[in-house]
């Protein structure tokens, strides 16, 4: 498994951007496929973006398609969320996953396709 540590979210207005980082640990096959996925208030968790190793391939859920950028650094085994044009109902707890498989592109929203979790970060976009 990989320890995951996202970095603090916050308090954003509508509009905002925010972006949030999460640092890796362990071993690099265990990391083949990172995601973020979030849990609105009182809502299930949900699929927000992915990114895979090897060619990059992402996938965005089509709420934040557009306004929402993910990227991974992999020599410093970290992944970032660039979070443009939030909107309040952006407001969540933030999580960052990984993978060990190479997740083809459909299946990236699965969660139990990840076998490790950050503890997750709060955001929250209100005036």
């Known amino acids: 498994q990989v320890h995951l540590v996202e970095s603090a979210g916050g308090v954003v207005q509508p509009g905002g951007s925010l972006r949030l980082s999460c640092s890796a640990s362990?071993?690099?096959?265990?990391?083949?496929?990172m995601a973020w996925f979030r849990q609105p208030p009182g809502k299930e968790r949900e699929f927000v973006a992915a990114i895979r190793r090897g060619d990059g391939a992402k996938r965005y859920a089509d709420a934040v398609k557009g306004r929402f950028a993910i990227s991974r650094d992999n020599t410093k085994n970290t992944l970032h969320l660039q979070m443009n044009s939030l909107r309040p109902d952006d407001t969540a707890v933030y999580f960052c996953?990984?993978?060990?498989?190479?997740?083809?592109?459909?299946?990236?929203?699965?969660?139990?396709?990840?076998?490790?979790w950050g503890q997750g970060t709060q955001v929250t976009v209100s005036s």
């Open positions: 362990g071993r690099a096959s265990s990391m083949n496929t």
């Open positions: 996953a990984a993978a060990s498989s190479n997740w083809i592109v459909s299946a990236m929203p699965h969660q139990g396709g990840y076998e490790s």
